[in-house]
T-cell receptor, first 115, second 113 residues
Framework: DAGVIQSPRHEVTEMGQEVTLRCKPISGHDYLFWYRQTMMRGLELLIYFNNNVPIDDSGMPEDRFSAKMPNASFSTLKIQPSEPRDSAVYFC?????????????FGPGTRLTVT | QQQVKQSPQSLIVQKGGISIINCAYENTAFDYFPWYQQFPGKGPALLIAIRPDVSEKKEGRFTISFNKSAKQFSLHIMDSQPGDSATYFCAANDHNYGQNFVFGPGTRLSVLP
């Protein structure tokens, strides 16, 4: 399996622009997670889906952030409008339903820089 | 109460030495404690995990020690190698609360050759 695929790997944009990050989870995995990683705040869960349905979006910073999962093989995280403080590495992860707590497989991340 | 504290922030160990990273939590409902390893430019990868019904779990050179009464758990890396140089994150989850994992702030480990 190719693992979790994220695109783009790097994104540089200007403040105010719309940014869309993409994720393809591992086939057969029931859960998909979006994380943000910064030096100051560490690894933060933004939102996660179960069978394409958003379960918990309490980590989404504000209304500028939105996430969708139109099908089992694709998810997007959109920031509109982007701000410099959104600069971070964004990870997508997926996990199979196995037992009580599920091992998460992370993608390589998208490094976002907002100038 | 949802926080996981991790120490030290950084650690330097000689090749062949033992690396020890500690984590502490407050929420007694946590019932799954994984450790993730992250190399620069990569996503975190699961290294080893433990549930509170056991006090220790070993996989190769990596061991988790778990102290339920103290609400602490630690990662021990025996015979540390330069290839182990990475950032290590502890995490915790209460499966009754869904799949929300709380991550520690991370420990940057450097193993000197």
């Amino acid at each position: 399996d190719a693992g979790v695929i994220q695109s783009p790997r790097h994104e540089v944009t200007e403040m105010g622009q719309e940014v869309t990050l993409r994720c393809k989870p591992i086939s057969g995995h029931d859960y998909l997670f979006w994380y943000r990683q910064t030096m100051m705040r560490g690894l933060e869960l933004l939102i996660y889906f179960n069978n394409n349905v958003p379960i918990d979006d309490s980590g989404m910073p504000e209304d500028r952030f939105s996430a969708k999962m139109p099908n089992a093989s694709f998810s997007t995280l959109k920031i509109q409008p982007s701000e410099p403080r959104d600069s971070a590495v964004y990870f997508c992860a997926s996990s199979p339903k196995r037992g009580l707590s599920y091992e998460q497989y992370f993608g390589p991340g998208t490094r976002l820089t907002v100038t | 109460q949802q926080q996981v504290k991790q120490s030290p922030q950084s650690l330097i160990v000689q090749k062949g030495g033992i690396s020890i990273i500690n984590c502490a939590y407050e929420n007694t409902a946590f019932d799954y404690f994984p450790w993730y390893q992250q190399f620069p430019g990569k996503g975190p990868a699961l290294l080893i995990a433990i549930r509170p019904d056991v006090s220790e779990k070993k996989e190769g050179r990596f061991t988790i020690s778990f102290n339920k009464s103290a609400k602490q758990f630690s990662l021990h890396i025996m015979d540390s190698q330069p290839g182990d140089s990475a950032t290590y994150f502890c995490a915790a989850n209460d499966h009754n609360y869904g799949q929300n994992f709380v991550f520690g702030p991370g420990t940057r480990l450097s193993v000197l050759p």
